[in-house]
């Protein structure tokens, strides 16, 4: 059974171990594949693992050997998965293995906005506060979270857990879903409102809903109108859930005070991307999901998914 990885490195850049894979079949791994190469270096193979590296119908129909390609990632959309359907080509992907860590990010993310702490300790290096003529300076206004409102987009297991961590924090927490959720005790405290409600009472509002025709473009001029000045957005959804321009505009006007963001439209982006640059904006180079951990718990899950597939009892099936 020949196995090719077509974007290997971001999954394993050498911390972690093929073997798992390597005891199922003849491995082959490519850190990464160009798109005139993907056909080539894909042929023969039974089993084709991806992260991003697509998968489109007329490379599907080129691949007469393939029965099953594995998606290295929660999301599928570099698959055509109706070509796999169609040719009789299992499609799995590997949901919830980083919920911890991206959940953990959204915090990193608010609490550098709050206190931006990594500019204030440019500024100690820099010699700031050795000039200093008070025993204390600070650069941009700090903000205490504790009675705050964190308002949730998407009650979904990282939703959730940025709930309880916004709970551990003394915040308010109104959260906005397709349907109202059944949560569990430890969520009790969570409020479930209209999404109109919750851009207008949230203080930080977290995108963690799906990327459809009904959430996309969800941050948009109307709704971050809706918003506080003085609140703060943070994306580590999907890019396309932001009208990127129209919250490049809102941050160099003062609509909000500042936003975090994990993802964008078009990864990574152009050197004049709206947002890169825009004020009160951090932007991570897609992170969330890469902790030791998570990456740990994704290959364990690669390997799983592929063994399930060759036992005849496919788990996680989206074809």
Request: with cysteine.
């Amino acid at each position: 059974m020949r196995i090719v990885v077509l974007d290997g490195y971001l999954l394993n850049p050498g911390d972690l171990s093929w073997t798992e894979l390597e005891e199922l079949g003849e491995l082959v791994v490519y850190e990464r594949t160009p798109a005139d190469l993907i056909a080539e270096r894909a042929a023969g193979a039974q089993i084709v693992l991806t992260n991003k590296t697509p998968l489109r119908a007329e490379t599907i129909q080129r691949l007469p050997d393939l029965k099953y390609i594995g998606v290295i990632a929660t999301g599928y959309d570099n698959v055509d998965v109706e070509a796999a359907r169609e040719r009789g080509v299992t499609v799995t992907n590997v949901p919830a293995y980083s919920s911890a860590s991206v959940a953990q990010l959204v915090f990193a993310l608010l609490l550098e906005l709050c206190h931006r702490a990594g500019l204030h300790s440019d500024a100690v290096r820099d010699g700031d506060w050795a000039r200093s003529p008070d025993f204390s300076f600070w650069r941009t206004p700090l903000v205490e979270l504790e009675g705050r409102t964190m308002g949730i987009v998407g009650l979904g297991d990282i939703g959730r857990r940025a709930a309880k961590l916004a709970l551990a924090f003394g915040m308010k927490v109104v959260a906005s879903s397709r349907t109202k959720r059944e949560l569990p005790p430890e969520l009790a405290d969570v409020e479930q409102v209209g999404i109109e409600e919750l851009f207008a009472r949230a203080d930080v509002i977290s995108l963690h809903c799906p990327l459809t025709e009904a959430t996309k473009g969800i941050i948009n001029k109307s709704n971050l109108a809706r918003m506080k000045k003085t609140a703060f957005l943070i994306n580590t959804g999907r890019g396309g859930l932001v009208v990127e321009d129209d919250l490049a505009e809102a941050l160099r006007s003062g609509q909000i005070a500042g936003a975090g963001l994990d993802v964008l439209s078009k990864e990574p982006p152009e050197p004049d991307h709206p947002l890169v640059g825009a004020p009160n904006c951090l932007i991570t180079p897609h992170i969330g999901w890469a902790t030791l951990a998570a990456r740990t718990t994704l290959m364990s899950r690669v390997a799983s998914n592929v063994e399930r597939y060759l036992a005849g009892e496919p788990e996680n099936v989206v074809s």
